[in-house]
Structure formats: structure tokens, C-alpha cells
Nanobody, 115 residues
Framework: QVQLMESGGGLVQPGGSLRLSCAASENIFNFNAMGWYRQAPGKERELVATINVGGVINYADSVKGRFTISRNSAENTVALQMNTLKPEDTAIYYC?????????WGPGTQVTVFS
């Protein structure tokens, strides 16, 4: 029922920036939390950043100081600003919405960091 759609991925050089956006089909405060996850080739999906309904934010250690998650409740969007990108950030990035123990995922957007 809940639909998520990511946008903003692309190819960027190391040290560059991208801003991802996730558009939800309903009020984002319907969710306990929203977040961004990523999966690199041959790797397991991993948490990048989450923000819960109370505004508490968690980041993976690998992105702390470089990535920023934010939300716009009026637009039902959650963004991920990614700065100082590294080749190891290359992955498919997925938007997530959680209601209790139920997760909804977007189809993903590719981020490639390569010179």
C-alpha cells in the first residue's frame, strides 16, 4: 500500500556530492521511521541513515560527517545529502519506511562514485 520512490542517483567523481530524495505516497509521520540503506555488489544491504518519528537520527559510522538525512513532512519526502563521496559509497541506495516491524522499500537508485 505504501509506495516509495527514490531519485537523485547518478555518477559522480570522488569528493563530489549527490542529493537523494525519497517520495512517499502518504504522510511520513504514519511511519515509525524512515531511512536510507545501500547495497553494493556482492555485499549485504546495510543501514546508511535513519530518522524516526521523533526526529532521532542514526548514521552508519562510515558516513558520519559526510551524509545528512532530513525530512520534509509537507512534501512527504526524506532526503539524503551525500558529500565527500568515496568509491566505497558506490551502491544501490534504497529508501525505507517502517511501521512497527513492517518495512516498505523503494526500488532503489544507483549511486556510482568513480573517476
Amino acid at each position: 500500500q505504501v509506495q516509495l520512490m527514490e531519485s537523485g542517483g547518478g555518477l559522480v567523481q570522488p569528493g563530489g556530492s549527490l542529493r537523494l530524495s525519497c517520495a512517499a505516497s502518504e504522510n511520513i509521520f504514519n511511519f515509525n521511521a524512515m531511512g536510507w540503506y545501500r547495497q553494493a555488489p556482492g555485499k549485504e544491504r546495510e543501514l546508511v541513515a535513519t530518522i524516526n518519528v521523533g526526529g532521532v537520527i542514526n548514521y552508519a559510522d562510515s558516513v558520519k560527517g559526510r551524509f545528512t538525512i532530513s525530512r520534509n513532512s509537507a512534501e512527504n519526502t526524506v532526503a539524503l545529502q551525500m558529500n565527500t563521496l568515496k568509491p566505497e559509497d558506490t551502491a544501490i541506495y534504497y529508501c525505507n519506511a517502517r511501521i512497527l516491524r513492517h518495512d516498505t522499500w523503494g526500488p532503489g537508485t544507483q549511486v556510482t562514485v568513480f573517476s
